[in-house]
């Protein structure tokens, strides 16, 4: 099956400043990647998605690059803010009706004011 | 919309003891699956159902029963609770994992002593 993972498991930057949360896959059947935010206490949220026909996506200060080959993506948040702290979660997941969405195990992103 | 809906928000439970966790959504998702969150380990997919009357297992179906009659439900049972158990679960529904965002519940936090 798929396996997904994170690194580096936790990532402190200061306010301003860019972050950079790095996900490697195993599966190169592997076509859909999500990231989702999760605030402390509060339920995981899609932030943004990225598919295998497409290398970067961008919305406002987020932004998703996928690099099929070495089958890794990263999440790149800029101008960090205080309330972008959170745990952040990528997923990969084949095509299909019957395709089952693998997490890695998350990353906490803390914003220093 | 309330979105999926998901109770008891808290459940404290004596080994041995049996429960069900209720999962509603009132989308129309076909897809529903239910992860149970533990620190340091991510979402780990225990059970998910492609509609009603098909049920699957995930990573760590053990200890753990679900049934899909209606698209809008699906519980999840905990046959004999174990300490092992402790965590926090998560229901989520979608049209399409492997193309569109997973919707999670609020959450239920369980503990087993």
């Known amino acids: 099956g798929e396996n997904v993972e994170q690194h580096p498991s936790t990532l402190s930057v200061q306010e301003g400043d860019s972050a950079v949360i790095k996900c490697t896959y195993s599966?190169?059947?592997?076509?859909?990647f999500p990231w989702y935010k999760q605030e402390l206490g509060k339920r995981p949220q899609l932030i943004i998605d990225?598919?295998?026909?497409?290398g970067e996506k961008k919305d406002q200060r987020i932004a998703v690059t996928l690099n099929k080959t070495a089958k890794h993506f990263s999440l790149h948040i800029t101008e960090t803010q205080p309330e972008d702290s959170a745990v952040y979660f990528c997923?990969?997941?084949?095509?299909?009706?019957?395709?089952?969405?693998?997490f890695g195990k998350g990353i906490t992103l803390s914003v220093r004011p | 919309n309330a979105g999926v809906t998901q109770t008891p928000k808290f459940q404290v439970l004596k080994t041995g003891q049996s429960m069900t966790l209720q999962c509603a959504q009132d989308m129309n998702h076909e897809y529903m699956s239910w992860y149970r969150q533990d620190p340091g380990m991510g979402l780990r997919l225990i059970h998910y159902?492609?509609?009603?009357?098909?049920?699957d297992q995930g990573e760590v179906p053990n200890g753990y029963n679900v049934s899909r009659s209606t698209t809008e439900d699906f519980p999840l049972r905990l046959l004999s609770a174990a300490p092992s158990q402790t965590s926090v679960y998560f229901c989520?529904?979608?049209?399409?994992?492997?193309?569109?965002?997973?919707?999670f519940g609020p959450g239920t936090r369980l503990t087993v002593t």
């Open positions: 989520a529904s979608s049209y399409w994992p492997g193309r569109h965002e997973q919707y």
């Open positions: 997923a990969a997941s084949r095509a299909g009706a019957n395709s089952k969405l693998t």
């Open positions: 990225i598919r295998s026909n497409v």
């Open positions: 159902s492609v509609g009603a009357g098909i049920t």
């Open positions: 599966d190169s059947a592997s076509n859909y």
